[in-house]
């Protein structure tokens, strides 16, 4: 089952590079982020990369391979043909730091901005009952590794660097989501955030965020659409404003 | 060459895991400053990883759990050699700190009638472990990792920001490696040195204290389910400044880790796909563990496969089956299995979930379980089989500290915590019990450390440059030979030689191998050679590691020759058996100064059990375990279930 694969990877960095050719024995069962390791073990030494659980867990082995994010440690080489050149290039929408790792702190900064959970008053710690079905809406959107796939293929940044001031992207909508569907989370008007400090208004339901997200997070229909549809609610519909008032939230 | 960044902190906090994390936010709490540092990115340590559970005895699906019975179990499940304050403490903390975790925002599965849901767990007596799914590692970390960053923005809002995060009082260091301790002329820590990745540029933390939090060490052996940040650094880096390292011979096997594709050999199966139902067979289909029941537990698991069965429903009145027993001994049978001829085709055993629950049942409750088999075995865990082996999960060992506050022995202002700190698991950690450990300890080691921090008032230990230049120098040598070994292959020998003779089954003469060939490894690894410059290099940092994953190996290996018996994570060929003179001793590494890099290893005798904690057994249980000598001061009425 071993054979030579044809790898092409790119390497260098912010100033520049290429994709460089490499000839790879391919194991049974391995995955393209085994074959990375053994490049660097054999051939490039210095080849820069992000891994650590190699189990789609941590979400840090994110690049693109023929053309396609995916998390390296989850593509197994079975998907390609033994004479399919394989091509490994770093995500697109953040700046390269050196070969396969880019730089997103733009993810962390934006991680930043959003307010924090907020403890319900009065509600001593161990006291807190929330309903299975409650907690599952948010818990869906809690599976997310950080990968950053779904903000890299959004094509409201992707190409687009002037819009990353405005806009959040789809990991922080699905973070401002979680936040308001919470039961027990104090914070008001995440949707309103979302509007208003995110961007959301930007996105125009592509589904490519939920088309690559490892974790098969429904972003767009769990997240963005009904964020987008409760902000126009809120905004015209006055019963929602006066029960707003009363609750407190939502 | 460029200067050397320098950031001053009240405490530094080496780890970004669930440990350090808590750590961090103990420490701030307090009112200090807090500087974290971190291998990878921020929520990537591997805390993340964690499937199973924290385990906190809440009561909330058995009202019968209390810490008590949490207390005995952890007891039970390190063989007695544990640290019994820091197993007291974990007992009775651990609830709060789960709960509290919930204020940060953490969601866990629920009960049904909405509290925290429970799951059974090895070794565990009652439902204990708080979950989500097999995420709850992810759980942990990203709620600590939000609780961070709301720490940040109320330090914005106090000094009049808006929005957004401060990071004057709080900071992230993320992908940067501390290589060094540094101490002043008394021997106190006053900070560490390190590298950024990306650019390789060079810092000094000043810091009065420094909490070590970096896990484990398990990237020194060929199969594991760690990942490449466990090299031991903390262990190396606090034996390097001084302090001491305790039950470094136990090293913890999980019983199920995959076997197949070999390119995933080691990864992690959880336990709880056993504490969910799913029994071990062997190549003739038998339900081998029940053959495998040691002594000590042999009144706490069911005789039959029936009893075993009606346990998951009606644990009151029936036996635990005995595929729940802790890991050291599931490990151990699957190795005895195989070695007897009766493993699975690729060198392991068969975990049946398939045939035991529903499709819907196995979705809900292991899908990441599920996801990993098919993605990566093509293995539909709902319709067939896994093939599972033994894989290096976790150390026992750590550096020696304080159980009240997490201070290191022998060093001032070193404090440590989570999997890289020794003594509460004793020779074996319970599953579970180590998200829990990260909570207590570091929030405890947090604490300690602001205290100690506030009890020096002005008077910082300084950092001595002679230091600075020394760390520089060794952590740039193998960038600037041209020439000399290559790291990934001296890696890769080292690993096979801890697999193949400090492994799960020990004995005296692999031992004395093993240690030979570290030796060589470690002269070659004078001459470790890094291609490239600086700039995110991970032949460079390899290179780096390697000293750490030396050291540590060394700890283990001599510790395993020295312990003339079995014990938990530590199983010998030529001394099966557990012997009760060795229970009451701890085995304690050192780097002497002047001992030229050896590590030396004394005994010290364990302080004796407080009265009201050994009432909690029964005289019949402590026989097991304690020596005569020591039984003789046990009255006949003593003690038992409460
Ligand atoms: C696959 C898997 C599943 C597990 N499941 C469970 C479970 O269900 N329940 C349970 O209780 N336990 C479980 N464990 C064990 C548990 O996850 C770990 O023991 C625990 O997470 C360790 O946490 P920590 O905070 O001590 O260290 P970690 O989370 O490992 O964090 C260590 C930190 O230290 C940093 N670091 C290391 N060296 C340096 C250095 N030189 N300079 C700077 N930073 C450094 C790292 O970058 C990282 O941020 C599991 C372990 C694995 C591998
Ligand atoms: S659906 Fe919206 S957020 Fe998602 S990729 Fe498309 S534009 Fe971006
Ligand atoms: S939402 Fe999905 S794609 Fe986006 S960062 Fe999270 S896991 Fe990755
Ligand atoms: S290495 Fe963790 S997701 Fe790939």
């Known amino acids: 089952m ?59 082995c994110s690049a693109e391979i023929n053309g396609r994010p995916r998390l390296m440690c989850m593509t197994r080489m079975s998907n390609f043909t033994e004479d399919e050149t394989v091509t490994v290039t770093p995500m697109r929408t953040f700046p390269v730091m050196k070969d396969l790792v880019t730089d997103v702190s733009f993810n962390y900064v934006k991680a930043e901005q959003i307010p924090a959970f907020a403890p319900p008053e009065g509600v001593a710690p161990g006291e807190y009952r929330m309903a299975q079905v409650d907690v599952q809406r948010s818990q869906e959107f809690r599976k997310c590794i950080e990968c950053f796939m779904c903000q890299n293929v959004c094509h409201v940044i ?48 592509t589904k490519c965020c939920t088309e690559v997200c490892p974790e098969h997070i429904k972003i767009t229909d769990n997240a963005i659409i009904p964020m987008k549809e409760r902000v126009v609610d809120r905004r015209y519909d006055p019963l929602t404003i006066l029960a707003r008032k009363v609750r407190g939230k939502k | 060459m460029p200067e050397i960044e320098t950031h001053s902190y009240d405490v530094l906090v080496i780890g970004a895991g669930g440990a350090g994390l808590r750590a961090a936010i103990a420490a701030r709490q307090e009112g200090l400053s807090v500087g974290i540092v971190c291998k990878s990115l921020f929520g990537k340590a591997h805390t993340v990883m964690a499937e199973g559970g924290a385990a906190a005895s809440m009561g909330n699906v058995n ?74 590692g992810l759980e942990l970390i990203r709620t600590m990792q939000q609780k961070i960053v709301s720490l940040q923005q109320d330090d914005a809002r106090a000094a009049g920001q808006q929005t957004g995060a401060s990071h004057d009082k709080l900071r992230v260091f993320a992908e940067t490696t501390i290589t060094e301790l540094l101490r002043d002329e008394s021997g106190a820590v006053a900070g560490a040195f390190g590298y950024r990745r990306e650019d390789g540029g060079l810092l000094v933390f000043r810091a009065p ?35 001491s390292l305790i039950n470094m011979e136990f090293v913890q096997f999980h019983p199920t880790g ?59 009145n029936n036996k635990r089956p005995p595929e729940l027993l802790p890991r050291d001994e599931v490990a151990r049978a699957i190795n005895s299995e195989v070695k007897a001829g009766r493993g699975s085709p690729h060198g392991g055993v068969f975990l049946d979930i398939a045939s035991r629950r529903s499709k819907e049942f196995i979705l809900r409750r292991l899908p990441s379980m599920h996801h990993q088999f098919m993605e990566l075995a093509d293995v539909d865990i709902t319709r067939e089989p ?58 405890r080691a947090g604490l300690g450390a602001a205290e100690y921090v506030k009890g020096l008032g002005g008077n910082r230990p300084a950092v001595p440059e002679a230091q600075v230049a020394a760390a520089e120098q060794v952590a740039l040598a ?6 000399g070994e290559n790291p990934y292959a001296l890696h890769a020998e080292l690993q096979q030689t801890m697999n193949d003779l400090v492994g799960i089954i020990r004995n005296a003469d692999e031992m004395q191998q093993a240690l030979d060939r570290l030796d060589t490894l470690k002269g070659r690894a004078q001459h470790l050679a890094a291609a490239g410059d600086r700039r995110f290099n991970p032949g460079w940092h390899l290179a780096l590691d390697l000293r750490n994953m ?61 009265e009201d904690l050994l009432a909690l057994f029964e005289k019949k249980e402590l026989a097991k375990y304690l020596t005569d000598a020591e039984l003789a001061t046990i009255p006949e009425t003593h003690g038992g279930d409460k």
Not at chain 1, 175 to 193: C, I, K, N, Q, S
Request: with cysteine.
């Open chain 2, 386 to 443: 896994m093939e599972v082996g033994p894989t290096c999960h976790y150390v026992m060992g750590g550096i020696e500290v304080d159980p009240d506050t997490g201070a290191a022995a022998r060093v001032p202002g070193l404090f440590a915590a989570g999997e890289s700190s020794g003594g509460m698991h004793g020779s074996n950690r319970l599953g579970g019990n180590s998200l829990s450990d990260l909570l207590v300890f570091g929030r």
């Open chain 1, 158 to 205: 992707r190409d687009h660097e002037e819009n990353k001031e405005a806009f959040a992207g789809p990991r922080f909508f699905i973070r401002a989501a979680e936040l308001d569907m919470h039961p027990l989370d104090a914070g008001t008007d995440r949707a309103e955030f979302a509007r208003d400090a995110q961007g959301v208004g930007m996105c125009n339901i």
């Open chain 2, 258 to 316: 995959m076997v197949w594709p070999p390119s995933v050999k080691g990864i992690l199966v959880t336990e709880s796909v056993r504490g969910d139902g799913g029994v071990l067979r062997n190549s003739e289909g038998k339900r081998f563990m029940f053959d495998y029941v040691p002594d000590v537990f042999r009144d706490q698991y069911a005789k039959t496969e029936d009893e075993g069965d009606r346990w998951y429903t009606d644990p009151d």
């Open chain 1, 2 to 60: 071993t054979y030579d694969a044809h790898f092409r990877v790119w390497r260098g960095d912010a100033d520049g590079g290429d994709l460089q050719d490499f000839t790879v024995e391919v194991n049974e069962g391995e995955v393209v982020l085994d074959i990375i390791h053994r490049l660097q073990a054999t051939q490039a030494n210095d080849l820069a990369v992000r891994w650590n659980c190699k189990a789609g867990k941590c979400g840090s």
């Open chain 2, 63 to 136: 009202p019968h759990d209390n810490w008590m019975v949490h207390f005995r179990d952890t007891m039970r499940g390190g063989k007695f050699l544990n640290s019994w304050r820091m197993a007291e403490l974990h007992a009775k903390e651990a609830p709060d700190r789960v709960w509290e975790l919930e204020t940060y925002g953490a969601l866990f599965d629920r009960t049904p009638e909405g509290k925290i849901s429970q799951r059974n767990f090895g070794g565990h007596e009652y439902p204990r472990l708080a979950h989500v799914g097999d995420r709850t």
């Open chain 2, 550 to 610: 030396l050291a540590v190996s060394e700890c283990v290996a001599r510790a395993a020759l020295l312990r003339q018996e079995s014990r938990g994570g530590h199983t010998r060929d030529d001394f099966p058996a557990m012997r009760a003179e060795w229970r009451a001793k701890n085995l304690v590494c050192t780097y002497p100064e002047g001992g030229g890099g050896h590590v030396e290893i004394v005994e010290q005798p364990m302080v004796p059990m407080r």
């Open chain 2, 478 to 483: 193998p960038l600037q030979r041209t020439e």
């Open chain 2, 209 to 243: 204290a420094v909490i070590i939090a970096t896990g484990g060490i398990g990237k020194s052996f060929k199969v594991t389910s760690n990942s490449w940040e466990y090299t031991g650094d903390g262990h190396a880096l606090a034996l390097r400044a001084g302090s």
